[in-house]
């Protein structure tokens, strides 16, 4: 009987909520080599920077005023996209299930009679 290793402590400079789905994460797949946990690392930062722009888009807007009082879009709305762009790549790099989805069908649609 071997007993599998404890999984890594997750890194300090993560959030709560990310520090919980490192955990779950380590529970659910092996991630035992240096570049998997670096890009689970660098994949979970994406995924705080994208609550905080969201928090930050919550509080102001979708849309901010800019010098001249014109609206224009909150630069957190793409920071929020980008995160979770990163976020969302990191976890198909480390072959992750994303969604429980099923593939879409390529090709065209039967036809109906």
């Not at 999984?7 to 909520?17: E, K, T, V, Y």
């Not at 920077?49 to 001249?68: F, K, M």
């Amino acid at each position: 009987m071997t007993i599998a290793p404890k999984p890594p402590r997750a890194p300090a400079d993560l959030s709560p909520a990310a520090r919980k789905l490192w955990a779950k994460l380590h529970d659910d797949y092996v991630i035992d080599d240096a570049a998997r946990l670096a890009t689970l690392h660098e994949g979970l930062r994406a995924y705080d920077r994208a609550a905080e722009a969201a928090a930050i888009v919550t509080a102001q807007g979708i849309t901010v005023l800019d010098r001249y009082g014109v609206p224009k879009v909150n630069p957190a709305v793409d920071v929020e996209h980008r995160s979770r762009t990163l976020f969302l790549a990191a976890m198909k790099q480390l072959q992750f299930k994303v969604d429980d989805a099923p593939p879409p069908k390529i090709g065209r649609p039967p036809r109906g009679r």
